[in-house]
Each structure stands twice: as structure tokens, then as C-alpha cells.
């Protein structure tokens, strides 16, 4: 007992006690055996617990349908990764058309003349335009109640686009001309 400290203020899960560095690792190892632990962090889980207080991982139940699934899932998202970094590789051989250069946003900045954020703002713009105009193509009006209710979503796409155009007019930089 002389090892205690006396009248330390730990926290609860820290031993009063010091150890020398090979009997706290024994000890730990034969903690672990009789206590469960967290498969990620190793660290003990509370009582009735459900994740780990240290990590968050989810605790696994001895037994039950989540130990079982546990394996199959570590399987699938290694496969997973695996098929991600083989989908990368094959992607980077791909030759794509020389015109497609005209597509990429600095160059569509760099065309029209506009600063980012109001080139951006424009963008949105146009796809509330679009939003607008899919309204049309997608609901059709069967009584007035519902010709009603069409107006007031195409009413709120222009306004939504009406805003985001005012937006990039006072987002562009003034020219010196």
C-alpha cells in the first residue's frame, strides 16, 4: 500500500496508484482479458455502455447480430477502398476531348469577365431559371387550385433567380472604362 497516494484528486478512471511501466502493462493486458474493450482505441468501456467513451466507436455485443455482422462489414469497406483506388487509376488513362478545356470554371471566369463569387452567383441564377422553367415541364395543372400552386412555385424560382442576379451585379467589380 505504500504505493497510494495520499489524498489525490484523480478522475475516476485513473489508478491512485504508481506503477512501474512493465507491472501496469501486465496489468492492463490481464484487465483487457476480463473486462471488454474497444476494438479501435483499446480502452474499457463503461458500464452499459453502448459506444466507446474514448473513440465513439459503436460497442459490439458479445453474441448478438452486430458481432457477427462486424467481420463482413471490415470485408466490405476494404473492398470497397480497394475498388476505389482501382476506379482512380482507371479514370486517370482516360483522354478527354481538347474542347473540354473551354468547360473548366477559371476559364469560364476568364471568358465572361466576372469576379468569382458574382460568376458564381450567376450560375445559381441560371439554374433557378431552370428551376422555373422544369417547373413547367414536370407539373401540369388539372383544376385552378393546382394551376395556383404551379404559378406560385415558378414565382418563387424568378425570385430566387431575380435575387441571385442582383447578387452578382453588386458582387462584380467596377470597371475602369
Not at 53 to 78: D, L
Request: aromatic fraction near 10%; charge should be positive; proline fraction near 3%.
Amino acid at each position: 500500500m505504500a504505493e497510494v497516494a495520499q489524498e489525490a484528486q484523480q478522475e475516476f478512471w485513473r489508478s491512485p496508484t504508481v506503477l512501474e511501466p512493465a507491472v501496469e502493462a501486465a496489468l492492463s493486458a490481464a484487465a483487457r482479458k476480463m473486462a471488454e474493450v474497444c476494438a479501435d482505441c483499446g480502452s474499457e468501456f463503461m458500464i452499459g455502455a453502448r459506444f466507446c467513451h474514448a473513440c465513439g466507436k459503436r460497442r459490439v455485443a458479445a453474441g448478438s447480430e452486430a458481432a457477427a455482422m462486424a467481420t463482413p462489414w471490415a470485408r466490405n469497406v476494404a473492398w470497397l477502398r480497394a475498388r476505389a483506388v482501382g476506379v482512380t487509376a482507371s479514370w486517370r488513362k482516360v483522354s478527354f476531348p481538347d474542347w473540354l478545356h473551354y468547360l473548366h470554371f477559371h476559364e469560364i471566369k476568364r471568358w465572361i469577365g466576372l469576379p468569382t463569387a458574382a460568376l458564381v452567383a450567376f450560375i445559381i441564377g441560371l439554374g433557378c431559371v431552370a428551376g422555373a422553367l422544369g417547373v413547367s415541364l414536370f407539373y401540369r395543372a388539372s383544376n385552378l387550385a393546382e394551376f395556383q400552386a404551379i404559378q406560385m412555385w415558378r414565382i418563387e424560382w424568378l425570385l430566387a433567380a431575380t435575387a441571385s442576379f442582383v447578387a452578382g451585379i453588386l458582387l462584380k467589380k467596377p470597371s475602369d472604362s
